[in-house]
């Protein structure tokens, strides 16, 4: 079994930073990417930003610029540096892992609790 532990989310000001962290442990065989997706009160989850095991990024459009993903392999755990921070970035934040929990194994999905941000304006 995959497991997911976010942290680093809180409240924060306009235009404040916050990063936040992601530590995956139990089964895990191999990690194909790692990524943030967040879900605002009445919408629908939308993707943040991925990074692959070679380093490969993506971002919305809506964080460029101002979000940053990182990873450490070794530790399997995922950071999003927040940056510039705004009203619109209130959401709760998902760490989400896509690998393998054994060599046999087809690639699955596994996602953390989440941890709420709350920017102010």
């Known amino acids: 079994q995959v497991q997911l532990v976010e942290s680093g989310g809180g409240l924060v000001q306009a235009g404040g930073s916050l990063r936040l962290s992601c530590a995956a442990s139990?089964?895990?065989?191999?990690?194909?990417?790692m990524g943030w997706y967040r879900q605002a009160p009445g919408k629908q989850r939308e993707l943040v930003a991925t990074?692959?095991?070679?380093?490969?990024?993506n971002y919305a459009d809506s964080v460029k610029g101002r979000f940053t993903i990182s990873r450490e392999n070794a530790k399997k755990t995922v950071f999003l540096q927040m940056n510039s921070l705004k009203p619109e970035d209130t959401a709760v934040y998902y760490c989400?892992?896509?690998?393998?929990?054994?060599?046999?194994?087809?690639?699955?999905?596994?996602w953390g609790q989440g941890t709420q941000v709350t920017v102010s304006s």
């Open positions: 990074i692959t095991s070679g380093g490969n990024t």
């Open positions: 139990g089964s895990i065989f191999s990690i194909n990417s």
């Open positions: 989400v892992l896509w690998g393998r929990s054994r060599s046999y194994a087809a690639e699955n999905d596994y």
